[in-house]
């Protein structure tokens, strides 16, 4: 396999394991010849110190970087995709509620917010404590060093950096409810800002001032009072001028997921919503990292699926919500599709885009993941797939139904990151793993989305950020054949996608970045908000910009972090795990967490524009 150096070797029953998963960790695909039990006496010891022998030379000379190559197992770019299966279901209206009635959320004191944290499970197939532990066997044999210079650390505001200044700087949501991480949920109107966490819901000026009566509590939001409600994400609808949130609800190990879709039914979000209610699949599906895009037809929520009895990933899922019947609070009729794969290997974290404008289909991208690279690509993965959504409710009134089609697009490496560094606490920041955090953008024609990776700075392994523009393409309709008559033209099918950009965004010293998300203006010009800490800087939100017509592949600076934070990390914490971005026709929106008190959180939302033409 290109990329992969290959060794052969004779083990032990008892010692394949092990081997197997050290020769993944320095860039080795083997050829495990397994010696049986059967041997006896003195031949049998002979053979176990040849094995012995073999296998110490072999990896000492990878260790040594004799033979290294970044690796690429369990290449994907040469498979078949397939989208899996599909069914069409219905839903009538859960609930009409009004916000602004909703009785406040009581606010503890910021000295009881210090105390002891619920973490929220990161689910990967791995235990945090397994995830952890194969971060911790990472080495700069398997850390790739990248060409382009590392930027220095992200600066106060007012600093001096070409990329643009805050236009908004202020404090969001608290961690009214001891949960860690926060997550993040962001959209902003012409007037106003929502934000939503794990577990709260609040509305803000575009100054900065919370709206009397807020922050909400999302259980109350949704009228419920048990269960566990988590990931919730946001968009606003630019051309209906509609708030959606969805939000995500465990029920226990032995209950069915359910997930909730709420949409404003004016541009005010303080005022009346509809939410409907979808279960997720049986009772040992788990539903989690909800994802949410949207088109001009339809809401589109992926996730990833996991069986509640093993923590196993078992495949993706994905949910087609028609705009028109939610918005008038009316019963819909939507599609599911799930088991997404790539010759018959489950994909995970497949993001849709929040698009901008009118494609003619709806896009969504994936890294690759879980099973791939050895696992959370420790030893390496390349390339994406692009998929487009077209005609997605046809079937509603006796049409063909929603097509599906992908391209794998070619990248560079990407692999597992580290977990960051804080002041007095080496590789306690969690980074999780290369799937793609933050919602894609669509923007004329191209689709911003970044990832959390592995880069050798030079000093020390850090998590960085590998960024992507992609221009997809579409053909007329299809096959010719599956769309005819009324449908004819709304079939189109991918064809192809290219990298119109592909960059890393990351720091010297112990600094590292992680959960990058992108947000184009009008014109392509990006503002990227992202996470970022060293071992002098406690875990904050910073953001870096790049006008459409500076060199590819690049970012000018470090950028500026919104505020430095206080308290201390003083064990792994969970982070993230993503944060969130929004357009409002003249400025990009981002919100993240920060360090507050001991291993707590608060959050905080900027703002920032190329609002002249001299700024770089």
Known sequence: MEGMQHIFLLVSPESRKEVKQQAYEYGFRMLLVVIPYHFQGDKKMKLYRLITFITVVSLSLAALGASYSPAKAQDPLSGTL?????????????????????????????????????????????????????????????????????????????????????????????????????????????????????????????????????????????????????????????????????????????????????????????????????????????GDFPMLGQDSQGIYVCFNTFSNSTGSFVNSKCFLLPKAGMYAGLGISYWWQFGFNVSGTMLDTLQPVNSNGLPRAEFMVNSFNINFGGGQCFSGCSGLVVWAISNPFGFASGGPSPQFTGYILGTSTYYLPPNADAPGCSGCVSTNDPRISGTPVYNAGSIFAGLNTRVYNGVQNVSGIQWFEITPYLNDNGDGTTCTGSFTNKCAWITGASLKQEGWHYYGGTGSAYYGTLHPDRENNIIMAFNYSASDRLPQTAWVGRRVTQTPNSFHDGGFYLNLGSGSVTTTIRWGDYTATAGDGNKIWFSGMYNFSTNNWKTRIGASAYSNNFTP
Not at 125 to 154: F, H, M, V, W, Y
Not at 226 to 253: E, H, N, Q, T, W
Request: aromatic letters at 10%; hydrophobic letters at 40%.
């Open 82 to 286: 397939s989208a899996g299966q599909g069914a069409s279901s219905s839903a009538a209206l859960y609930r009409s509620v009004v916000l602004d009635k909703i009785a406040t959320e009581p606010q503890a004191p910021d000295a009881q917010l210090a105390g002891t944290l619920t973490t929220v499970p990161f689910r990967s197939g791995l235990s945090q404590d397994q995830l952890n532990a194969l971060k911790q066997r990472i080495t700069p044999k398997n850390a790739p060093a990248i060409a382009a210079p590392a930027a220095e650390a992200p600066r106060a505001v007012g600093g001096e950096a070409q990329t643009p200044g805050a236009s908004a700087n202020f404090n969001g949501l608290t961690n009214l409810n001891a949960l860690s991480p926060a997550d993040m949920a962001l959209a902003v109107g012409s007037t106003y800002v929502l934000q939503a966490t794990n577990s709260s819901i609040a509305i803000y000026s575009k100054s900065g001032v919370v709206e009397p009566g807020y922050p909400k509590s999302l259980k109350s939001f949704l009228g419920l009072s048990s269960g566990f409600l988590f990931d919730p994400r946001a968009l606003y609808d630019s051309v209906k001028k509609r708030f959606i949130v969805v939000i995500d609800r465990s029920m226990g190990s032995t209950k069915t997921s359910k997930f909730y879709v709420a949409v404003s039914q004016t541009s005010d979000p303080r005022g009346a919503w509809w939410i409907y209610v979808f279960n997720y699949g049986g009772a040992d599906d788990f």
